[in-house]
């Protein structure tokens, strides 16, 4: 390192473009592409039944029975898909549910509470607007129409019209969209189920107990889960229950969380003795430990959400979108308080009550909670709400039929055209602000940007310095940064001065511009399963220049580790869902580069020399300090 570089000041850090892979963009990416083709299957449902209507009622009409036994179910083809299909897509919004309550925001109460009320009160106004039409009128019950977005419509619009929008939108969206399909269930349990058969009932009832006997017994076996979910769908189906449900209940039970370090080693092992001899035992052997390694919701989501977004809903759609359109039917249904409830229900109502509600919730708190992104960003948010379209399809089968269920349809249609309007025409506005005033209605104030979005977990996350100091500095880093390389120095001269502060590395790997530095990461997860994280840590920032395989492997001999274990690892990139976790935390928090600090939660600016770091880290003790003292 040369004396200049030595000399100049220590605030400069390399871009990140934010191109790596996470199961949150993922999952993101998944609903967006999912969105196009539902949107291909509304159109064609559409276009197929003003060219020819009575093939499309004929063909979803066709009854489909299977018997066993002389025991069975007989549904329209129509009745499969709602019914049926549909459950694995609530299975998935029951996973998604749990994956955000076990490892997202919503295992954080602070977080939770603002999109939890923000989506209530979206569903409260929009169904409020719909009983002002409808009020002293039979079509009143189909007030639920009005509740629920539609989550890959909305998450795919926010890709479209705002491609640059920090990730923290799409998370408070994911939030509130899958709060208002949780209460949407609800309602269509409760509300939209008429003439119920108790004992039916009943029987769905112990057979949910056997699910939830068979999982605290630590029963992984998937068959049995398929087995009794299917059993207790004909019982609820046979009780007049809407069975959608047990998707969502299933899915609700499957529980979140990273690889735990026992595992992957009791994974490795036995993989080590099927390579030592390979025969069909080991090998099964080794499926199940690596199968027991991952978390059941990750790989159920992988295996099911793609199959959801792509085939099942799209499916929903055409056989449900369809409606028969010329011009008394549309002066008809625009006259009609069906119609015009759900149009502005959702055009005005989800805005409204998303907006008012987020906005009140930050007054009675006083800023302590607030959203994650500006105002401009969070109304953006509430017109995309308003796109109601496969459980408000789904509501409207349930409550209508005839030329009710036509006019609540294309209230449905006409209000995601009406809402992605809206959308547009509010970010082309915002666009057109000055940069300064752009920046502040999209991304909000300074103060939710530099809070560190996941807390440290010492369970966790990889720490120096005592568990229990008050002041922690994270530092989200690359290991072949030159910046980060800089600041290395910085930060074991900072851990020298001050015995009373932890530091926490957090990986954010910069792939497109370090070829080496995603496998410098997993070589540093692969020493941590060895209990050398810190060792490896070491010796990668020392050597920045020489981070290829063959380099790792001589670290790793110096370090003394098992040679075999860490070149599989590395082999098996072992340690890719752990760095992929940091990438996710890295954009919720806002990071734009590395290096990047925060202490104690708050994001450190400007200059990492050990002089403004010490300075920071002394205001934060201070400031916990004087917490400390006024709790007690």
């Given amino acids: 390192?040369?004396?200049?570089?030595?000399?100049?000041?220590?605030?400069?850090?390399?871009?990140?473009?934010?191109?790596l892979q996470t199961p949150l963009r993922e999952f993101v990416r998944t609903e967006t592409g999912g969105a196009a083709v539902l949107l291909a299957a509304a159109i064609a449902a559409l276009v197929w039944v003003n060219v020819d209507a009575s093939s499309y009622d004929s063909v979803w009409r066709t009854t489909l029975s299977i018997e066993v036994g002389g025991i069975g179910v007989s549904l329209g083809l129509r009745e499969w898909v709602n019914s049926g299909l549909m459950t694995f897509f609530f299975f998935v919004v029951g996973?998604?549910?749990r994956r955000e309550f076990d490892l997202g925001e919503l295992r954080e109460r602070r977080r939770f509470a603002l999109p939890l009320l923000a989506g209530i009160g979206g569903m409260a106004v929009a169904v409020a607007i719909y009983l002002l039409f409808n009020v002293g009128r039979s079509s009143v019950h189909g007030w639920g129409i009005a509740?629920?977005?539609?989550?890959?419509?909305?998450?795919?619009l926010l890709a479209v019209v705002g491609p640059r929008f920090p990730e923290r939108l799409r998370a408070f969206m994911l939030t509130v969209v899958v709060v208002d399909d949780l209460l949407a269930l609800g309602v269509i349990a409760t509300v939209y189920t008429d003439d119920v058969t108790v004992s039916a009932l009943l029987v769905a009832v112990a057979l949910f107990g056997a699910v939830l006997l068979a999982k605290a017994l630590g029963i992984r076996r998937g068959l049995l889960y398929l087995a009794l979910g299917a059993t207790i769908w004909v019982a609820l189906l046979e009780s007049g229950v809407e069975p959608v449900v047990v998707g969502l209940a299933m899915g609700l039970l499957v529980y979140a969380y990273p690889a735990a370090r026992s595992d992957l080693e009791r994974a490795s092992e036995r993989f080590r003795r099927f390579r030592e001899q390979p025969t069909p035992e080991l090998a099964r052997s080794a499926r199940e430990g690596l199968s027991a390694a991952l978390s059941p919701n990750e790989r159920l989501q992988l295996l099911y959400h793609p199959w959801t977004s792509y085939l099942i809903v799209p499916l929903f759609a055409l056989a449900n979108a369809g409606i028969v359109i010329d011009g008394g039917f549309l002066r008809r249904a625009f006259s009609s308080p069906i119609t015009l409830g759900i149009l502005v229900g959702y055009v005005a109502g989800k805005p409204i009550g998303i907006l008012g509600s987020s906005w009140l919730l930050t007054r009675l708190s006083r800023g302590r909670l607030r959203p994650p992104v500006g105002w401009a960003a969070v109304a953006g948010g509430g017109t995309i709400a308003g796109i109601g379209f496969t459980v408000s399809l789904l509501i409207a089968t349930l409550a209508f039929d005839g030329s009710q269920l036509e006019e609540a349809k294309l209230g449905i249609l006409s209000a995601a055209l009406g809402a992605s309007v809206l959308t547009w025409l509010l970010f082309r506005a915002t666009a057109l602000l000055p940069r300064r005033l752009r920046i502040r209605a999209l991304l909000g104030t300074a103060e939710p940007l530099v809070d560190l979005y996941i807390d440290v977990d010492p369970e966790r996350d990889h720490i120096r310095g005592p568990l229990d100091a008050p002041v922690t500095v994270v530092e989200y880093g690359d290991f072949e940064c030159p910046y980060c390389g800089r600041a290395e120095p910085v930060m074991r001269e900072l851990l020298r001065d001050f015995g009373d502060v932890r530091y926490v590395w957090?990986?954010?790997?910069?792939?497109?511009?370090h070829?080496?530095?995603?496998?410098?990461?997993?070589?540093?997860?692969?020493?941590?399963?060895?209990?050398?994280?810190?060792?490896?840590?070491?010796?990668?920032?020392?050597?920045?220049?020489?981070?290829?395989?063959?380099?790792?492997?001589?670290y790793a001999e110096q370090l003394g580790l098992d040679a075999?274990?860490?070149?599989?690892?590395?082999?098996?990139?072992?340690?890719?869902?752990?760095?992929?976790?940091?990438?996710?935390?890295?954009?919720?928090?806002?990071?734009?580069?590395?290096?990047?600090?925060?202490?104690?939660?708050?994001?450190h600016y400007g200059a990492y020399d050990i002089a403004t770091l010490s300075a920071a880290v002394r205001a934060a003790g201070a400031r916990a300090t004087l917490a400390k003292v006024t709790t007690d």
């Fill in 515 to 554: 070829p080496n530095t995603q496998l410098a990461a997993e070589a540093a997860e692969a020493a941590a399963d060895q209990g050398a994280f810190w060792e490896m840590y070491d010796l990668l920032l020392e050597h920045q220049d020489a981070l290829r395989p063959g380099d790792l492997m001589d």
């Fill in 564 to 603: 075999e274990r860490f070149a599989k690892a590395l082999r098996e990139h072992t340690g890719a869902s752990r760095i992929a976790e940091d990438v996710d935390s890295a954009d919720l928090s806002g990071v734009s580069g590395t290096p990047t600090f925060f202490v104690n939660g708050r994001r």
């Fill in 147 to 156: 509740m629920s977005t539609d989550t890959a419509f909305a998450l795919g």
């Fill in 1 to 19: 390192m040369t004396t200049e570089a030595q000399a100049a000041p220590l605030s400069e850090r390399t871009a990140w473009s934010r191109n």
């Fill in 506 to 513: 957090r990986h954010l790997p910069l792939n497109d511009v």
């Fill in 95 to 97: 996973l998604e549910a």
